[in-house]
């Protein structure tokens, strides 16, 4: 398999039919950050800043995300093998849990010597020199504009107004700054590299370069070499070095290129960054703007979304977020914090980033790499929620570096199956690095997690399942998920005490539970383990037949899971997490992997299984009910999510408001707390801002029943709005306008040929048309209007 893995996408149209009306896609302010959390970000999928928009002082944070401590580790496992763990599986059968368990807490686990973590790079530091414009500060904006992924720090000074603007460009591959002002030779300043990570800074007349490694002792040897080059290019003005900084005088206009590079999977990393500065300087900035704009501006327009009216916008962002902490409400602040979440994941994951995004995500406090649990690749929900995301916001090319890195998980993880539990195919475990770790982490109670790689690839057939995409099918995902799928038959055992075909020894991660006076956390088949291999075996069968490939292997896939075990209600009427119903030795926990079944998929329904579903809520309930309810910015997200497939729209807005005020901060991105697993500061977190955003569309469509439903989990503070551009399985777009909470027109947009079912909402006689012609239309039984659309069909309810 390639290295970059390549795939066609469907070109998503930006044009749809509901025209919705102007939505807020700004966050600006009227002061400067003084601290990271509350600095804005720009990113263009592999190199980054956060600004902070300083008068005197403006502090621009770099980051990479290929910025890795640590080194590939050929001893990663511990030898285990099949003759080891039938034995081992047979002190399970046999009840003897207690035993197995502390066989498995010695033997089953991983022995990372250079794990490593992402690092930050360190701030470009940039004081102003104000000579003759002294007085106070006037008209200050600091603003984020996602419609063109473009910083703006505008304010009056001594007479003199200044403007700065600040890019991360895919096109040009680098960061880009502009300095103005509205009078003749009034940008004057001294700039230098403040490093977070250890590197030699020289200076070369206009340009400022720094050289190292990426080393962090705590976490093992290693580190990527690095270069990163800042040149500066002035209208007028004069520019000098002197020792480590260049100082540009009485200039017009300034214009910044930054780039960094590293060694990762880049021999030629060096004249590489050399050559992207030299290149992008020679350029004038409207002109690399104007480019910026271009690639990045479709993607974001793809989507709108309107909620009530926008009387708050002229408020600062963070005055609005302080309000939504004091209980006021503000739909508006909710919208933008949803197209925040998209326009965080463009500028984390572009079809040519060389990672996706790990567990921190792409910008880097400095926080969570000095955390106990780093910042990595955390494979038991953190990665994946980074992506819930992609497909229904429109982002589908997105998900590009996600596949790329399942590759070579599963490149590494062929050697992790062997090694440990003697099979076929491939799987990774708990946590992962950019250097192939996919062993079992050293702690067994979280790290024994085998299936862990099953959960990472679901986002394959997810990914068909959105664009229906058969080349992408064929090439990417299914020999991906047949190699998963061959570990999960080879890795399954026949349980003799009932004939089930179960996984294990396992933990629900992180969890455990009760067993005969003992907290243990392994155990057989846990309940996640089950959506998980059903997941990819239920996979393989449907791109077995689409693709009309490997019809044997699909009927042996067949057979397994007819002998999957049911899902079972525990004594307190929830859903069971484990093979059998133990004792919840933490009913706090923040883990609820059993409800994967719930969401994001759809093993268990509302309408199909009314009775799972109730357990579901029960187990939910549960949980937030008990006392040190473990709360973090994923968790919240997740509640967001269960409560729009329950379709409650109080409790799903509830959590939403929890999740952008106990969980988010000044700037909107969203944050482990100061507290949570001894962090002594808010760490920021990337999971909460994309699956609290997926969360909402979930609550404005739902496909899992069979038919598309406009509005299902709608909030009576959005009782009137709009959006346009949401993407449904099957291949659509949808968009819809409302009013008192009733649908006023809506369309469905065919991104692929299928057979589409739209739901016509009740209390309203709607017309409807197929490409703009009247369709004598027949509803079935679920009031859906059912049709075969051929790409770029569009029906519409009016």
């Not at 909710?334 to 463009?346: D, E, K, N």
């Not at 059903?534 to 689409?546: F, L, N």
């Not at 099957?730 to 027109?745: I, M, N, Y």
């Not at 197929?770 to 679920?782: H, I, P």
Request: contains cysteine; glycine residues 8%.
């Amino acid at each position: 398999m390639q290295k970059k893995l390549k795939f066609i996408l469907g070109v998503l149209s930006c044009v749809t039919v509901v025209q919705s009306p102007a939505q807020e896609t700004s966050l600006w302010y009227d002061a400067p950050a003084d601290e990271w959390m509350k600095s804005l970000p720009v990113g263009n999928g592999r190199v980054g800043a956060m600004v902070f928009g300083g008068v005197n002082e403006e502090t621009v944070a770099l980051n990479e995300s290929s910025m890795w401590a640590g080194e590939y580790d050929p001893n990663q496992e511990k030898p285990f093998g099949r003759e080891k763990l039938d034995e081992l599986r047979k002190l399970f059968f046999e009840g003897k849990l207690i035993e197995g368990n502390g066989i498995a807490g010695r033997e089953l686990v991983g022995t990372p010597h250079s794990f490593g973590t992402h690092l930050p790079i360190g701030d470009l530091k940039i004081k102003f020199d104000y000579t003759g414009k002294e007085g106070g500060v006037e008209d200050y904006r600091r603003e984020l504009d996602l419609t063109n992924a473009v910083v703006t720090v505008s304010f009056k000074k001594g007479g003199t107004k200044y403007k700065r603007e600040f890019i991360s460009s895919n096109p040009q591959d680098a960061v880009v700054m502009h300095f103005t002002a509205d009078k003749k030779q009034s940008v004057s300043f001294d700039m230098r590299m403040k490093m977070i990570t250890a590197a030699q800074v020289r200076t070369e007349g206009n340009l400022l370069v720094f050289d190292g490694q990426a080393l962090f002792p705590k976490l093992g040897t290693g580190g990527v070499h690095f270069q990163g080059r800042v040149v500066v290019k002035v209208d007028r003005g004069e520019v000098e070095a002197t020792g480590e900084t260049v100082r540009v005088k009485h200039a017009d206009a300034v214009t910044i290129v930054a780039d960094v590079r590293t060694d990762y999977k880049n021999g030629q990393y060096e004249s590489l960054c050399e050559k992207t500065v030299e290149k992008a300087i020679a350029r004038p900035f409207e002109t690399m703007k104007e480019e910026h704009v271009a690639d990045y501006a479709p993607l974001f327009a793809r989507v709108s979304l309107k909620l009530a009216d926008d009387s708050k916008k002229s408020i600062p962002v963070d005055r609005r977020w302080k309000a939504l902490c004091e209980g006021n409400k503000d739909a508006g602040l909710q919208a933008l914090f949803f197209q925040y979440g998209r326009y965080l994941t463009i500028a984390s994951s572009r079809e040519n980033s060389p990672l996706p995004i790990a567990l921190q995500g792409f910008f880097n406090d400095n926080l969570a790499c000095n955390m106990c649990w780093t910042s990595d690749y955390h494979l038991d929900i953190n990665t994946e929620q980074n992506y819930w995301l992609t497909n229904v916001g429109n982002l589908a090319e997105c998900n590009a570096p996600l596949f790329t890195y399942i590759a070579d998980l599963a490149h590494h993880g062929a050697k992790t199956v062997r090694t440990v539990y003697g099979c076929k195919g491939w799987t990774a475990h708990t946590v992962a690095n950019v250097w192939g770790f996919t062993a079992p982490s050293e702690g067994m109670g979280w790290g024994l997690f085998p299936l862990a790689g099953s959960w990472m690839a679901t986002h394959l057939w997810t990914q068909y399942e959105y664009t229906l995409d058969k080349d992408y099918l064929r090439r990417t995902a299914y020999p991906l998920l047949k190699g998963n799928a061959e570990f999960l038959l080879d890795y399954m055992v026949e349980d003799p005490n009932t004939g089930y075909m179960v996984t294990g020894p396992c933990v629900s991660p992180e969890n455990s539970f009760r067993y005969q006076g003992w907290e243990l956390g392994a155990s057989m088949m846990t309940t996640c383990d089950k959506v998980l291999a059903h997941e990819i075996m239920s996979a393989c069968v449907q791109a077995s037949d689409i693709l009309g490939v490997d019809k044997a292997f699909a009927d042996s896939l067949r057979l397994a899971l007819a002998k999957f075990p049911p899902f079972r209600i525990n004594s307190f009427g929830g859903l069971c997490e484990w093979y059998e119903d133990y004792e919840e030795a933490h009913p706090n926990h923040r883990h609820t992997s059993h409800l994967l079944s719930f969401y994001p998929y759809a093993q268990i329904t509302k309408e199909k299984d009314p009775e799972l579903t109730e357990a579901v809520r029960t187990t939910i309930e549960h949980r937030l009910a008990a006392e040190g309810w473990e709360d973090v910015e994923w968790s919240r997200a997740n509640m967001v999510c269960f409560y729009a497939r329950l379709k409650d729209a109080a409790k799903a807005e509830e959590s939403l408001n929890i999740l952008m005020t106990d969980f988010a901060r000044e700037n909107l991105l969203t944050i482990s707390p100061e507290g949570i697993a001894g962090a002594p500061f808010d760490v920021f977190i990337f999971d909460g801002n994309a699956a609290g955003a997926a969360g909402m569309a979930e609550m404005l469509v739902q496909a899992q029943e069979g038919y598309v439903e406009l509005l299902p989990c709608l909030p009576v503070e959005w009782k009137d709005g709009s959006f346009s551009g949401l993407c449904v399985k099957g291949g659509a777009e949808v968009s819809a306008e409302w009013k008192d909470s009733r649908v006023v027109k809506a369309s469905l947009k065919a991104t692929a040929d299928n057979l589409f079912r739209l739901q016509v909402p009740a209390g309203k006689d709607y017309t409807v048309r197929l490409n703009g012609k009247k369709f004598a239309a027949n509803l079935d039984g679920n009031r859906c209007v059912v049709a075969y659309l051929k790409k770029g069909d569009v029906i519409e309810l009016k």
